[in-house]
């Protein structure tokens, strides 16, 4: 699995990560095509305001993994930055829009719209 890992920034599509993964751990991939599937099935059925945050919440979450496996570790500041950007455009959304979402990621929901969370993340260095 380590060699996935290291050649994390030669795959162009997580297709292919879950191809190589698939030829070293067949019961592993399965598990992740079963992850997956039960991910998108979720993703698919939010409204367009929810799936619109949601898309680019899911961006910038493989950005930052395709920096940690190109060996680009994000410093703090930038991670902190990164999760505080992701809770403000959250909160952002319509009512609307914050119910379709938790509706589908309850648990996502509760720490996106947790001010302890917020507080917290504000106060590290």
Do not use: C
């Amino acid at each position: 699995m380590r060699e996935v890992y290291v050649n994390f920034p030669t795959y162009k599509s997580d297709a292919e990560v879950v191809a190589a993964i698939k030829a070293k751990s067949p019961e592993l991939a399965a598990r992740i095509a079963e992850f997956h599937s039960w991910w998108n099935g979720k993703a698919a059925a939010l409204g367009p305001e929810a799936k619109a945050y949601f898309d680019a919440m899911n961006e910038k979450a493989y950005k930052i993994r395709a920096q940690f496996y190109a060996g680009n570790i994000p410093s703090r500041a930038e991670m902190k930055q990164s999760a505080l950007d992701t809770i403000n455009k959250y909160k952002a959304m319509s009512a609307a829009g914050k119910a379709d979402f938790e509706k589908h990621f309850p648990l996502m929901s509760k720490v996106l719209s947790n001010d302890e969370v917020y507080k917290r993340l504000q106060s590290m260095n």
